[in-house]
């Protein structure tokens, strides 16, 4: 996830084709449209890569799109 790394803003809005492209992938897989626990379940794969450098992810199924916001020390 370089995009969201070199990001200056704390808040990035993706597509899940954006997504599926930046992570390799022709499309996402069918959980990640149905089941919003797919974005934060730390032990699914691509999880760990935006957890991993600080982000938190929120899909937007009704628009297919992924809002990632940095995660901050609480």
Same mark, same amino acid.
């Given at each position: 996830m370089d995009l969201l790394a070199a990001s200056d803003d704390d808040e990035v809005v993706l597509t899940f084709a954006e997504i599926a492209a930046i992570i390799g992938r022709r499309h996402l897989p069918?959980?990640?449209?149905?089941? =919003? @626990? /797919? /974005?934060?379940?730390?032990?699914? @794969? =691509?999880v760990v890569r935006w957890t991993a450098i600080g982000w938190r992810a929120r899909a937007d199924r009704d628009h297919l799109r992924v809002t990632f916001t940095r995660a901050t020390e609480e």
């Open positions: 069918e959980t990640a449209i149905l089941h =919003p @626990g /797919w /974005w934060t379940d730390k032990r699914n @794969g =691509p």
